[in-house]
């Protein structure tokens, strides 16, 4: 059966993937300003239209903000995150932490099954420096869903208050106590319970 003859990659799609690639390493971290279009020419060894429609493109997926009179800057670190911002950019705060809440319950209930020493450890580490938005992070992370992973992180990127800077609940660290002999002793239930209790959003108000 015949099938298409795949066509090379360009010189266009290689640009938008060097670019992208400079934002999701972080090296263009969101709400940095990125090269203006005679450096990025200067930097890739390009033509000035290759580089405007690239910019262009990746705008339009929803990662750079081009801004008039003031540069482009990144907003977004993946095209998820861009459609996300686009679509839920004015939703109320309150709606996203709780989303946000609800996606750290069933991390924590994964989590207890899945977790691995090497997470436990890291979450001995955070509990003890008093890490609160990284704790939460991790307990995420060690569910090993990479969809829950993936919109946990992009929703964070709505908050419009920087929840690392934000002052530690009071009760926060004993709750995370509780939450990671939960997670040690693989007990879901009661690492749902805890996660709930203590979900990030109700240290910022949520």
């Not at 990659?9 to 709400?31: H, K, N």
């Not at 939703?91 to 996203?96: H, L, P, T």
Request: aromatic share 4%.
């Amino acid at each position: 059966m015949l099938r298409p003859v795949p066509r090379p990659v360009g010189l266009f799609e290689r640009v938008v993937d060097r670019l992208r690639q400079q934002i999701t390493s972080g090296a263009w971290p969101v709400g940095s300003r990125i090269p203006t279009e005679p450096e990025l020419v200067r930097h890739l060894g390009v033509a000035r239209n290759t580089v405007r429609e690239a910019v262009r493109a990746l705008a339009h997926n929803g990662l750079l903000d081009i801004r008039h009179g003031s540069g482009t800057y990144v907003v977004a670190t993946s095209e998820l995150a861009g459609v996300m911002r686009r679509r839920f950019g004015g939703a109320e705060q309150g709606d996203v932490i709780e989303v946000r809440g609800a996606l750290e319950v069933a991390a924590a209930r994964t989590a207890a099954r899945r977790r691995t020493e090497e997470d436990l450890r890291l979450l001995d580490v955070l509990l003890e420096r008093g890490a609160d938005a990284d704790f939460h992070r991790a307990v995420v992370a060690a569910s090993r869903n990479e969809v829950l992973v993936e919109l946990y992180a992009h929703l964070g990127q709505l908050s419009a208050r920087d929840r690392s800077a934000a002052p530690p609940c009071p009760d926060a660290r004993e709750g995370h106590s509780r939450l990671l002999a939960a997670l040690r002793a693989s007990a879901p239930g009661a690492a749902a319970a805890e996660a709930a209790a203590h979900r990030f959003g109700r240290h910022l108000g949520g």
